[in-house]
């Protein structure tokens, strides 16, 4: 039976969309399927790198995880009804099962099993408020949203919760041949829910409410009964996600997922869902998902400005939701709402294209001044370099991107109690004194191939050293504090935001709002010191000038950065496969790290800059809200000594 043609369903005599095998006979499928391809096509040749075999696995993780919430919230959609709780329920389920299997002992099928039936339970209130009790699934989704995500955070004041077992860690980071396993989950879901929807009377009755909710009632088909199960699949896939990134991380995460259920949806409309209800598959949504994928991966590989690929996300969004609109209405209609949707188009690019020429021309147009209260230097460059070497600290957040993390880490050796609870003593062992040996011998320091302060690469000869395996953690800088009764310069100056603000039910997390003098102070509590620049640097690239600590090619699985989509620090360690050839980990992103050194010209420069001098102190590999060109190995941003800002942080060295 074709698809789009309505025939009164044998069952109810109700007319209801047929389905179909979506692959062969689904149009809309296919037009959203050629844009995939030509999307693909785009990418590869502005960048055939991005088909490499990594990048791949990479948008089959962000697919799995996206399109098994939309798959969920596709059948609720199709129903009428709607279910914004998704990214909170993932908060939650992520931190449920990790709790279950590390606090209380639970093996790993019990605990996976009662995830699921907590899961199913809360999809089944939703269904209940909806269904009987008259309450918009606007309204109930959303305080589910609300009260899950406080749940996740209060389940340990905030905390994560590491030590997961090694046999779960596969289910998110596990691969069978090149698919990751739980790209395998979603095919498998995929599967049983699209068989339900295109081959039994169940699926024809969803889409039966959909399409016109008192004729299906009339007609005899239970749409309470029908829209419960839709709220329950929903709560499954999103409890499924939640057990999914736990795996992936490590760890149980009270973070995640913030924003997913706006991504997931907008994934579940570029699919080919409409809004209005009685439309949708399975296969529309997985492309949909596939699309953002495509597209968020491939404007890193573009070279595009992340600040820029919300803007662009959105606009695809738009598109999606205005076409579906549109192609409903009448003549006049479509044509109002085409002539909007194209002026507010022109708009955004005009918008784009002004703040894109604003940035180039910043890159090369010298404002020396410094910032105001820190001495902060302004973001700006030397009027021949080619990328702007500095920034303004601390770092703007703005509205999140749709967020895909992929991050494959390792357990986080930091401690799972607050600092407060640490015991006292004249000098207690910090939690993470966890010390790395860099033998003596050259390297290649700095680049030719980045910014004009980074020139020339050059051989730097050192003596054999340590460093500190992980960023200084609250715990250890509380442990510093509550020792020796120090106070950081921003205490001191009694500035809005500290240290201990950050710090928080964040032990295990870096230290933050620390300037150099508080860095230089603890590392020399414990008979340490800041690294020099140039050890920094050996500790994060090795001897064999690699541009990332885990290699030449950028993948932001391996680092908390902006395009991992967590935005804010994590427990460090969490990344434990992005760790560099000595084994320090952390040396991309989480926070920036002070160095010793004054910020100065390399030997052999020619580069000038107004602010070389004994005036900035060094800082090294990125924050949370870095891009690829800020967590380079060579990069060098600088800083005044009592800047002290919410993604900066240090190790120690001797």
């Known amino acids: ?21 979506p692959i062969l006979s689904g149009f809309k499928e296919a037009n959203i399927l050629i844009a995939l391809v030509v ?41 009428g009804g709607i279910d914004l709780s998704l990214g909170s329920m993932v908060a939650l389920t992520n931190m449920l099962v990790a709790w279950f299997m590390v606090d209380q002992g639970w093996g790993m099928i019990p605990a996976i099993l009662t995830v699921l039936i907590f899961s199913a339970l809360v999809g089944l209130m939703h269904g209940i408020f909806v269904t009987k009790v008259g309450v918009p699934p606007f309204i109930i989704t959303l305080g589910t949203l609300i009260i899950a995500r406080g749940m996740a955070a209060a389940m340990k004041k905030g905390w994560i919760i590491a030590g997961l077992p090694e046999p779960f860690l596969f289910i998110g980071q596990g691969q069978i041949g090149i ?17 339900i929807l295109d081959f039994t009377v169940l699926g024809r009755h969803i889409y039966a409410t959909g399409g016109n909710i008192e004729a299906a009632r009339v007609s005899g088909i239970n749409v309470d009964r029908v829209r419960n199960f839709c709220y329950i699949v929903s709560g499954l896939t999103s409890g499924t996600t939640g057990i999914i990134i736990a795996s992936r991380l490590g760890e149980g995460n ?10 997931a949806i ?6 080919g869902t409409s809004l209005f209800g009685g439309e949708g598959s399975v296969l529309g949504v997985i492309i949909g ?9 491939g404007l890193v590989f573009a070279g595009i400005s992340s600040y820029y690929h919300d803007p662009i996300l959105g606009c695809v969004l738009v598109i999606a939701v205005t076409y579906d609109i549109i192609r409903r209405g009448e003549p006049e209609q479509r044509r109002w709402g085409a002539g909007i949707l194209a002026a507010l188009l022109a708009a955004i690019a005009a918008s784009l294209f002004y703040f894109s020429a604003l940035e180039k021309a910043a890159r090369v147009t010298p404002t020396p001044s410094p910032a105001a209260g820190l001495g902060t230097p302004a973001a700006v460059a030397s009027p021949t370099a080619a990328l702007t070497p500095f920034k303004v600290l601390p770092t703007p957040t703005p509205v999140p991107p749709p967020p895909t993390p992929t991050p494959l880490p390792t357990p986080t050796p930091a401690p799972t109690s607050p600092a407060a609870e640490v015991t006292e003593g004249p000098t207690p062992p910090p939690v993470t004194d966890i010390m790395i040996e860099i033998p003596a011998g050259p390297f290649t320091m700095g680049s030719d191939a980045g910014n004009e302060d980074e020139a020339p690469a050059h051989e730097v000869d050192l003596p054999a050293f340590e460093i500190d395996k992980f960023e200084v953690t609250n715990a250890d800088f509380a442990q510093f504090a509550e020792a020796t009764g120090y106070q950081t310069d921003a205490e001191k100056e009694g500035r809005t935001k500290n240290w201990r603000d950050a710090a928080e039910g964040k032990g295990n997390h870096p230290v933050v709002y620390v300037s150099w003098n508080d860095a230089m102070a603890y590392c020399q509590w414990l008979g340490k010191r800041l690294p020099s620049e140039a050890e920094w640097e050996k500790a994060a690239r090795g001897t064999d000038g690699r541009m990332y600590p885990w290699g030449n090619e950028w993948d932001p699985s391996k680092a908390n950065v902006k395009d991992t989509g967590l935005r804010g620090t994590v427990a460090v360690g969490s990344f434990g496969a992005g760790a560099s050839p000595y084994g320090v980990e952390d040396m991309a992103g989480n926070v920036w790290e002070w160095t010793a050194d004054w910020y100065e010209a390399y030997p052999s420069s020619n580069y000038q800059s107004d602010y070389f001098g004994q005036r900035f102190r060094v800082q090294r590999g990125g924050g949370w809200f870095e891009t690829a060109e800020w967590v380079r190995t060579t990069f060098r941003n600088a800083n005044s000594e009592v800047a002290a800002n919410d993604d900066l942080g240090f190790r120690c060295a001797r």
């Open 39 to 79: 999307l693909c096509v785009v990418f590869y040749w502005i960048n055939p790198s991005f088909v490499k075999l990594l990048s791949i696995q990479i948008m089959f993780r962000d697919v799995a995880v996206f399109a098994m919430l939309g798959i969920g919230v596709t059948l609720v959609i199709i129903t």
């Open 289 to 297: 998902a596939a699309i953002m994928s495509v597209m968020k991966n």
């Open 254 to 263: 009270p973070i995640v997922g913030s924003a997913w259920e706006l991504w």
């Open 1 to 21: 039976m074709m698809r789009g043609v309505r025939n009164p369903d044998s069952a109810t005599g109700v007319a209801v969309k047929r389905r179909g095998i």
């Open 266 to 271: 907008a994934a579940t409309v570029i699919g």
């Open 179 to 195: 698919f990751p396993v739980q790209f395998i989950i979603l095919v498998i879901v995929a599967i049983i829910v699209a068989f």
